[in-house]
């Protein structure tokens, strides 16, 4: 089965892997969430990270094995 995993970008640079072993409908719903990006974001925590590392989103990709 195919999974995927969701990664933060951010526009000043960096990813980071922050869950992973999801189906697609479960990537593309967090993805859909507007807590994953900070130009929709509203909580304290959203607010938080922003501050301190500038705009970011999340995305999703293929998780693949060799």
């Known amino acids: 089965m195919q999974t ?3 990664i933060r970008g951010f526009f000043e640079g960096g990813s980071k892997t922050i869950c992973t072993g999801l189906t697609l409908e479960e990537a593309q719903q967090h993805c ?3 807590e994953t990006s ?3 974001a509203t909580s304290a925590k ?3 990270l922003t501050a301190a590392r ?3 989103f ?3 990709e ?3 094995c060799r």
């Open 54 to 56: 500038g705009p970011w």
């Open 4 to 6: 995927y995993k969701i």
């Open 62 to 64: 293929a998780e693949w």
């Open 46 to 48: 959203a607010k938080r």
């Open 38 to 40: 900070s130009s929709t």
């Open 58 to 60: 999340d995305g999703y």
């Open 32 to 34: 859909k969430d507007p």
